[in-house]
């Protein structure tokens, strides 16, 4: 997952130096980078937790169609996206960030499809 989200702020990083680069579609993403990177975030303080809560089979099946929605809205720019992220009891913060990064996606989305 480190190196995932290292790569993905190198192909970014490696965008903004690109000449000539796109400066809209760039300020458009930003958002979404930093919604992932902060969800990793997350993810990863968990990893330091002993005795950290884990998610049901049921649980982790549905955050795993959030992201594969989420990755076809992207790749596609158009809205796919799935509305009904789990309630996680006991990592609330997940979902939090869940409904964080699916929102900013979703705003990326729309204002792609207003230029």
Do not use: C
Not at 17 to 24: A, L, S, T
Not at 70 to 79: E, I, K, P, Y
Request: aromatic share 8%.
């Amino acid at each position: 997952m480190k190196t995932n989200l290292s790569n993905l702020t190198t192909v970014y990083q490696t965008a903004m130096g690109e000449i000539p680069r796109n400066e809209e579609d760039l300020e458009r993403w930003l958002p979404v980078i930093w919604a992932i990177d902060q969800f990793g975030y997350l993810l990863y303080s968990y990893t330091k937790v002993a005795n950290r809560p884990e998610l049901t089979d049921q649980e982790l099946s549905k955050v795993l169609l959030i992201f594969e929605k989420m990755a076809q809205s992207a790749d596609q720019q158009r809205n796919v996206l799935v509305y009904d992220i789990p309630s996680l009891i006991l990592l609330p913060k997940v979902s939090q960030e869940l409904w964080s990064l699916q929102n900013t996606l979703e705003n990326s989305i729309v204002l792609n499809s207003q230029h």
